[in-house]
């Protein structure tokens, strides 16, 4: 089993077991008879082939390349035996697969995407395929619109050609302006075709980069499509808000310079490497009493240093070289900004119409809120005349009334207190002619102990007054603490 149908048959919920009889089968005829079960394993297959292209299971011509095709699906013989099942055989209607994604636009042949009156935001295809025009197509066509009544037709031959996914193209895209907009200067948006291949063909799949082909239509895509570089096929910037110029002779020699830095870089790093291995084997030499070998190493040693020293002073120079190239851009970019600055301000200030014209407009607002402050004031005349005297003779009658009202409150309150007094003097003498009439002595502690009415009500009468409620009830929350043991 293919890496490529492994990944399919593990990953797609599509291609469980009971569906591969379908999927398998020529759903194409169920086209006008079953629309939806046609509709169903079409998407199926787009589905699956282009999440296994993103993902790297596509192999291209080279199977052992970590190159993988994510963007460009060769539609061939060897597609096809990549997805053959011992059961099953080979996908018999994969051509009507690819045709229904070029109908949908979810796949594009690649020749018709490289033409230069080609763009994915049209809302047409108006480019035809030359090869789509040959005789021989045309009357394969034709055939197929006859199918069933030409005996022999066969519509299921899949037509060799490279497609291009148009999701993972969109895909790689947004991946690669993302990364490609995040640097901050002019210079680092500058890349050599060399070194856009070198930082971006992973950007869909970490393990496996993009095929040759798959770089071209991302170019191809980014420029053309959505705007998002410039590329006059060998340098690459990508374009902000603030620069749409097209590649310049300066912005080819920086990507220049760039690539000449990165290379340098690595050699020194090589030449590092080897002195030290050199210097090892100087050192190995000697331990076992091999002279020559000995000499040998550090003869090399003594070349390799001198042409780290060279390519170290190169580097050296050229980063400076770079260092004073990023730092003129960015001044240029102050300027620019603070130009179109300046050019905002004027603009401004002439629309304000100078200090002047501000000096008239204040003079004038001055001048209208002094006329809201006089209509204020007029306002306030006609307003009613208030005599201070009446109000301090209502202030004293309300007063007097409310002291006559506590008055009452109080003496009210007073008959209450003399009621409740009598009640339970009454009650005091009922209690004492019960007991008088029981035969019991009245004045004897014991009197009071047998008869809880009485000794309720001679405890009630000890904490009678005429005091307020509240001193009342403070008092016989005093009475009730406990006495402290002597």
């Given amino acids: 089993m293919s890496d490529l149908l492994n990944y399919i048959l593990s990953h797609e919920d599509a291609f469980r077991k009971n569906r591969l009889p379908s999927l398998y089968s020529d759903f194409s005829v169920q086209k006008t008879t079953n629309p939806d079960g046609y509709a169903v394993n079409v998407a199926a297959w787009e589905k699956a082939l282009t999440n296994a292209a993103r993902s790297g299971h596509v192999t291209s011509s080279n199977a052992s390349s970590k190159k993988r095709n994510h963007i460009i699906l060769d539609a061939d013989e060897n597609l096809l035996h990549m997805l053959e099942i011992p059961e099953w055989g080979r996908p018999v209607a994969l051509a009507s697969v690819f045709d229904e994604a070029i109908q949908k636009r979810k796949m594009v042949p ?36 006859l199918k069933g009544l030409v005996v022999g037709t066969d519509t299921t031959k899949l037509r060799t050609q490279k497609l291009v996914l148009v999701d993972n193209l969109k895909e790689a895209a947004k991946q690669v302006v993302s990364l490609g907009t995040r640097q901050t200067s002019s210079l680092d948006r500058i890349y050599s075709k060399e070194r856009f291949v070198r930082d971006f063909s992973t950007v869909l799949d970490a393990n496996t980069e993009l095929s040759d082909n798959d770089v071209e239509a991302l170019l191809i895509h980014l420029s ?26 300066e912005d080819t020699t920086i990507a220049s310079m760039k690539d000449l830095i990165s290379s340098l870089t690595a050699q020194v ?64 970019e102050i300027v620019r900004v603070m130009q179109a600055s300046t050019g905002v301000l004027r603009s401004l200030h002439a629309e304000m119409g100078g200090i002047e014209r501000v000096e008239d407009v204040v003079e004038n607002l ?84 047998e008869d809880p009415e009485l000794a309720q009500s001679i405890g009630q009468l000890s904490h009678m007054s005429l005091n307020d409620p509240a001193e009342d009830r403070e008092g016989q929350q005093d009475d009730r603490q406990p006495v402290p043991a002597q």
């Avoid at 959505?226 to 690459?236: E, F, L, Q």
């Fill in 110 to 145: 690649l020749g018709l995407y490289s033409s230069n009156n080609f763009s994915l935001t049209t809302s047409r295809w108006r480019v035809l395929d030359p090869g789509a025009l040959s005789p021989w197509n045309v009357m394969n066509w034709g055939f197929r619109q």
């Fill in 224 to 249: 053309r499509d959505i705007n998002a570089i410039s590329y006059d096929g060998k340098t690459i910037k990508f374009l902000t808000s603030n620069d749409r110029s097209p590649i310049s002779h």
């Fill in 366 to 449: 001055r001048e209208e809120m002094s006329k809201v402050d006089e209509v204020g004031n007029v306002i306030d005349e006609a307003g009613p005349v208030v005599d201070e005297g009446e109000i301090d003779e209502e202030l004293k009658a309300l007063e007097v009334k409310e002291l006559h009202d506590r008055d009452e409150e109080e003496a009210k309150a007073t008959r209450e207190k003399l009621k409740q007094l009598d009640s339970h003097e009454q009650a005091a003498r009922e209690a004492t002619s019960k007991l008088a009439e029981a035969g019991k002595p009245t004045e004897t502690a014991e009197a009071v102990e």
């Fill in 269 to 332: 790093s090589r030449l590092e490497q080897k002195i030290g291995e050199l210097n090892g084997n100087a050192k190995l030499a000697l331990a076992d009493k091999n002279r020559i070998s000995a000499l040998s190493a550090i003869r090399n040693r003594k070349i390799a240093e001198h042409n780290l020293k060279q390519r170290s002073d190169t580097l050296s120079q050229l980063e400076e070289v770079y260092s004073k190239i990023e730092q003129s851009a960015d001044q240029v």
